[in-house]
């Protein structure tokens, strides 16, 4: 099945907005057992007319994003009926929704807005309960230029992608003729590269029969997505797993945060965090998970050696003889931090971020993660992540949730 | 001049990696007064073969990206030179390039790396100092099959933005026949949203003759670029800024943070943080910029009221009487922090992220900003962003870092 995505938007092609929608799309559509065959964006307006009409004579799906607000340069609807022959009509249930809307938000609804309830005749409506304007289907039946289905879905994002789930998903389910779609298994990562993952696992992938994967790597994170059967899947697992178990974040997509903020929760445990490196990027990632507050207190963001010695009980000697970056300074901060808050466990990092403050000794890129819980002895390990400002911070404070999350599974 | 841009990579249709190409060559073409006609990703393979064949017959420029690896997959070259109907040659400047490459990183080229220095007859090899691949371009004389002039371009941003630069934009500098390329600027505003410029300056922006402009709204942050001629970016400027200049970032395109921690450089003073809701996103967002190191000293995570209480002096009663979410206690987080750091300026927050934890008093998405500074009277204010828990928390710090670069300012 040929499935062609058509994004709308000026804002897309001036480079205001990243166009996020095909990657999504591509996504999702996996699940299905899927690809997209062509993505295409074209500006508002009558570009789209082209586009339109050349994706009916090639694909089998099209799937067209944006263009149905309330404006002169929301053509989708107009342009789209147009090219398949197919008249407008106010569909009463959609304007009646559409009331609904604004009544529910105490605002008038502007006459402008009333054009978004007009659909092509015989279409199927797709509803939108996070905005105003309705999806619509148009079933192969109906279009009279070529055997394509046409589905015009809104640009947001969260109006786009529920009505993905509910409404279109299971359309494409029963365009695909594919009874049972092959089931989806993401594995994520960290601590090793995809590299790795090639020279390590990628032979044995290959050669199991019904097994399709692919990887996906991040900054100190790679994601290996497999797909088939479940039986085929468990045998992907297993492979996976016999290799680099001890490396797996999650099964269930669940990030390297919502991982170590599920243990802590599990296990009735508390994070503290020492960072100087990265800056309060450890406990911001900690604290964008829900829940954050019931497992983690202190943050201490000692920038400054002065801050370390003052929050922390850094020995000012110390600092002196071995230097903010190393090992003792770590795990100084580390059992400094579970001492001021009380925590269980705390994780300090140290380190030189750049682009300035690299020596021979200690380059641009090097930095000390410190480790200390109750009952346990202070641990401190070096990595090495010569990286722009912005990816290193990333790359070390990845290092330093998995250190809390290896030392919760000791 | 119709421009298309063609991207090639199965990883951008599978949803592995966003394609952010478009927008980077929206905004780079924008500075030139050019725009993008038509954006299209295609799978690597063969389906290059017809959308470079429609892209001919439709565009005067067609830029492709991706597919000059080493790889079987890789075929953009000779698909495209088969659809040009040119022979193709070894360049033998580009295959000794190729060859130094590899000796400089003490490696030995593969044979299949070879195929790299393949170009067709006549085309303009485009050299690639940070990496394999190098660029090709076809001027429209040597185009069998239309009047399009064609760009190659290897995938890797760090190897297709240098390249844009220096060898696609002047010659489509010259293609354009544009002598004197409009002057862009963008001024970055906070505190103000983007239907306040609707409202406050479109009609003003419209009315001055020559200048184009366009919108790009971000969490707690609207940027307004304009093009046109240099007096007229200064008449575009001085509307601007007349109905909206005290919520003025930056003209230069520096963030928030670029911004603060430069007035706080030439000012030198020194800033901390007392953070609660954001997590540590505050201090995360400042030592983001190279050289926080002088500026900022001191950031405290205070998740917990203990924390608030121990680190930043906040008193029991008042956490009790009034609750953390509250002008009191944002009053004396921020003078604790000042306190306890001895810096110049100190910035705290205190808030419901949510999804939990809201009271009709106070709904999830209210927060509390605190500024203190030595010899000036401590204040907060409530903010109110009712998003999800990410976007809060952005919105939330872009709010304080304001806060700070007000208190600069004042």
Not at 47 to 76: K, Q, W
Not at 149 to 178: I, K, N
Not at 221 to 245: H, K
Request: aromatic share 4%; net charge negative; proline share 6%.
């Amino acid at each position: 099945m040929r499935i062609e995505i058509l994004n709308t938007g000026t804002e897309l092609l001036l480079g205001n907005t990243v166009n996020t929608h095909a990657a999504w799309f591509g996504r999702e559509l996996f699940k299905l057992g899927l690809r997209i065959a062509r993505q295409t964006t074209v500006p508002d307006g009558e570009a789209i007319r082209d586009a339109v009409a050349e994706s009916l004579d090639r694909a089998d799906v099209l799937i067209v994003t944006g263009g149905l607000g309330p404006t002169s340069d929301d053509l989708t609807r107009e342009i789209t009926a147009g090219v398949l022959g197919l008249e407008m009509i106010t569909d009463q249930a959609a304007l009646r929704s559409l009331e609904n809307f604004f009544t529910l938000r105490g605002r008038p609804m502007a006459e402008a807005n009333r054009k978004q309830a007009l659909v092509p005749v015989g279409c199927d409506v797709l509803p939108n309960p996070n905005g105003t304007a309705p999806g619509v289907y148009v079933p192969p039946r109906l279009n009279g230029r070529s055997n394509c289905a046409v589905f015009l879905l809104p640009g947001p994002p969260r109006e786009l992608y529920p009505m993905v789930h509910t409404e279109v998903m299971p359309r494409l389910r029963a365009l695909s003729g594919v009874e049972n779609p092959p089931s989806v298994l993401e594995l994520k990562f960290t601590g090793i590269g995809e590299s790795d993952f090639h020279q390590g696992i990628d032979a044995r992938l290959e050669e199991t029969p019904g097994l399709e994967y692919g990887y996906c790597a991040h900054i100190g994170e790679v994601d290996l997505r497999l797909i088939g059967s479940p039986d085929v899947l468990d045998r992907g697992r297993a492979i996976a797993l016999e290799s680099f178990g001890k490396h797996l974040i999650s099964d269930d997509g669940s990030s390297l945060e919502q991982t170590v903020v599920r243990l802590l929760t599990e296990m009735r445990l508390t994070l503290a965090t020492a960072e100087s490196c990265t800056g309060g990027l450890i406990s911001s990632r900690v604290t964008d998970v829900p829940g954050a507050s019931a497992v983690f207190t202190h943050g201490f963001v000692t920038y400054a050696n002065s801050a370390k010695v003052a929050l922390l009980g850094v020995s000012p000697e110390d600092l002196e003889a071995h230097g903010a970056v190393s090992e003792t300074v770590a795990c100084q901060m580390a059992a400094g931090a579970l001492q001021a808050s009380g925590a269980d466990i705390a994780v300090a990092v140290t380190g030189i971020a750049g682009p300035d403050g690299g020596t021979p000794d200690k380059p641009v890129g090097t930095a000390w993660i410190g480790i200390a819980a109750r009952d346990a002895r202070t641990i401190a390990f070096k990595v090495f992540h010569p990286r722009n400002r912005h990816d290193f911070k990333l790359a070390v404070s990845q290092a330093a949730l998995e250190a809390v999350r290896r030392a919760l599974l000791s």
